[in-house]
């Protein structure tokens, strides 16, 4: 038998401080019309079926809202998105999960859905990354470029200002 192992995400060292954050958030409804649009845009973006918004609470990594997907709850040591809030740039692009050692043995890729490919962007309120805002593929994606990686990061600001994350102090 051979065993296989991913790479959970670490957790940032004030992570009471990005909770309290994440505590702070205003209740934004799954089908709210203003994240749907702007979700179609990642997914324009990135030429990705699936885009969601997530907020990395506690334990859980929460999708508050998405399109081409059932928003979820999954642990947080299997998102993705955990690994993008601790991305040093505050960005993940993984062209291929399916061939990247961090990723392969995962759930999402190994099994589930299949996911082969990601890109997100950090949601932030002030300097806490409180979550993500991503595109994912059931198939494999060159690397996202210069032009995707800059709107995608304009888009997790604007969806930050939407869901009442406080301004960015950075």
Do not use: W
Not at 31 to 38: I, K, Q
């Amino acid at each position: 038998m051979t065993l296989h192992f991913f790479s959970a995400a670490f957790r940032p060292e004030d992570e009471s401080r990005r909770q309290g954050a994440v505590d702070s958030l205003r209740a934004v409804s799954p089908s709210d019309p203003v994240l749907h649009e702007l979700l179609g845009e990642v997914c324009m973006v990135l030429r990705t079926p699936i885009a969601m918004v997530t907020v990395t609470d506690g334990d859980v990594q929460r999708m508050i809202s998405a399109v081409g997907i059932e928003p979820v709850a999954l642990p947080r040591s299997i998102a993705f998105c955990s690994h993008t809030i601790g991305a040093p740039d505050g960005l993940l692009s993984v062209p291929d999960l399916h061939a990247d050692p961090r990723f392969r043995a995962n759930p999402l890729v190994a099994g589930g859905p299949c996911v082969r490919y990601y890109t997100g962007a950090v949601v932030r309120s002030g300097p806490f990354p409180i979550g993500a805002v991503c595109g994912l593929d059931r198939r494999p994606h060159g690397p996202a470029s210069f032009r995707q990686r800059a709107q995608l990061r304009k888009l997790a600001d604007a969806v930050a200002e939407h869901i009442g994350a406080a301004p960015r102090t950075c």
